[in-house]
C-alpha cells in the first residue's frame, strides 16, 4: 500500500481514494468500508448471494457452528460514538455468527479519549488487541481518519464505517440493496422513492450511490423543502445518469413505485437550536398514511431504515403483508454483514462451498 500523507489523501477525489481502501493484493476489492461508491455490481451480487447462503445455514445447528468456526481465531471492536441499536447489534451478531469475540465501547467518556487521546492514538490501540474496526461517529471524516491510520500502521486492520455524520452509511444501503433485490425480485429498471429528511440522511445518501450499479432506476426525492436532497448527490446522479425527480407529493408518487424507502426528520441535528423529538413530527403530507398500502403496486415494498417516529402509520406494525418489510430489512442486516466480513477475511468461498454440499 502506497503511503501518501493526511492531507494528499484527503485532496484526492473519492473515487480516487477508493484503491486506498481496498485489498493489499487487489486494491478494486473493498477492505475498508467507508463509502457506498466502492461497491460494484459483482461485488454487491456476490455479497447478496453469500448473505442468502448465511442466513440458510445459519437455520441448523450444524450450519451455525460451521459458521461460527470461520472466524473464531479473529477479533471485532465496534466503537460506536453515536447512538445506535440495529447497526451496533447486527454487526456484533453479525461477527458473533462467525465466531469473533468482541469488544464495544458505546460511551466514549468512558475511553482514554475522554483523558485527551487522539482518534488516531484510540483507533492505533485497537488494532493492538483485534482485527476489525466497526465505527460509527457524529463527524464526517472520522472513519476515513481511522482507515487512513491502520493503512500507516505495520498492523493494518479493516474499518468499517457504521454511520459518518451527514454523509454516508454504506453497510445500512448494502442492507438496504439486499432487501429490496428480495423484495422485487430485480433492482433493475425499479422506480424507488426515497421520503423524508433527505438533507441529512445518510442512509438516503449510500443508497442513491449505490443506484449506480443499477440500470434504468428512476428515483423519486420526496421531501419538505427545507430538507431537499443534497446538490452534491443530484450531481452525482446527472453523471451517472440516473433519472430523478424531486416532489412534494408523497400520495401521487405511491401508485407509481416499486419502493417507498421512509425515512424519519433527523431533529437530533438540531439539538444545539433547542429542538426536540417534537420537531421530528411529520409535516402530515410526508407520513405514509395506513391506507396507502391499499393503493401501493402488487409486487412493491415499503422499506425504513429505522428507527421510526411517526412518519410512518404505526398500525402498519402489524399488518400481515408482503409489502411492508421494515421488519425484515433490519434482519437482513445481520446477514448481510456477516457476508461483508466473510469476504474482507476472505472465508467467503469456503461459506459458499459449504452450502453448495
Ligand atoms: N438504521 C440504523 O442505522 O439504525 P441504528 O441507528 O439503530 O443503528
Known amino acids: ?127 493492538s488487541y483485534v482485527d476489525l474496526i466497526v465505527m460509527r461517529h457524529p463527524d464526517r471524516g472520522a472513519a476515513e481518519l481511522a482507515a487512513y491510520e491502520m493503512n500507516m500502521a505495520d498492523r493494518r486492520i479493516p474499518v468499517f ?9 454504506p453497510t445500512q444501503a448494502l442492507l438496504d440493496i439486499y432487501t429490496l433485490q428480495k423484495s422485487l425480485g430485480e433492482i433493475d429498471g425499479k422506480k424507488i422513492a426515497m421520503v423524508g429528511d433527505l438533507m441529512r440522511g445518510r442512509t438516503v445518501r449510500s443508497l442513491s450511490y449505490l443506484m449506480k450499479n443499477y440500470k434504468g432506476v428512476e428515483i423519486y426525492y420526496v421531501a419538505p423543502e427545507r430538507l431537499r436532497i443534497g446538490d452534491d448527490i443530484k450531481e452525482f446522479l446527472k453523471r451517472q445518469h440516473i433519472r430523478y425527480t424531486e416532489s412534494d407529493n408523497l400520495e401521487a408518487i405511491i401508485p407509481i413505485v416499486d419502493a417507498v424507502y421512509m425515512t424519519r426528520i433527523q431533529w437530533e441535528w438540531d439539538k444545539a437550536a433547542g429542538a426536540t423529538t417534537q420537531d421530528a413530527k411529520y409535516d402530515p403530507r410526508f407520513v405514509f398514511k395506513k391506507e396507502y398500502l391499499g393503493r401501493m403496486k402488487q409486487k412493491s415494498c415499503l422499506l425504513h ?9 404505526s398500525e402498519l406494525d402489524y399488518v400481515e403483508d408482503a409489502r411492508v418489510v421494515y421488519w425484515r430489512q433490519e434482519r437482513n442486516g445481520m446477514w448481510i454483514r ?20
Open 338 to 357: 456477516a457476508a461483508l466480513i466473510a469476504r474482507v477475511f476472505d472465508v467467503d468461498k469456503e461459506i459458499m462451498a459449504h452450502a453448495a454440499e
Open 1 to 127: 500500500m502506497k503511503r501518501i500523507s493526511w492531507t494528499e489523501f484527503t485532496n484526492l477525489t473519492v473515487s480516487d481514494r477508493i484503491p486506498h481502501l481496498g485489498k493489499e493484493n487487489d486494491p478494486a476489492e473493498p477492505f475498508h468500508v467507508l463509502y457506498a461508491q466502492q461497491f460494484s455490481r459483482p461485488v454487491l451480487d456476490e455479497l447478496c448471494l453469500l448473505a442468502d447462503h448465511i442466513r440458510k445455514l445459519h437455520k441448523t445447528k450444524e450450519g451455525a457452528d460451521f459458521l461460527r468456526a470461520r472466524l473464531s481465531h479473529r477479533t471485532a471492536m465496534n466503537l460506536f460514538a453515536q447512538p445506535s441499536t440495529r447497526t451496533w447489534m447486527s454487526f456484533q451478531l453479525a461477527e458473533q455468527n462467525l465466531g469473533m469475540p468482541t469488544s464495544d465501547i458505546r460511551d466514549v467518556s468512558t475511553s482514554s479519549q475522554a483523558k485527551g487521546e487522539t482518534l488516531q492514538n484510540s483507533i492505533r490501540t485497537f488494532s
Open 305 to 313: 431504515p429505522l428507527p421510526k417516529i411517526n412518519e410512518i402509520d
Open 161 to 169: 464505517n457504521g454511520g459518518s455524520g451527514q454523509d454516508q452509511h
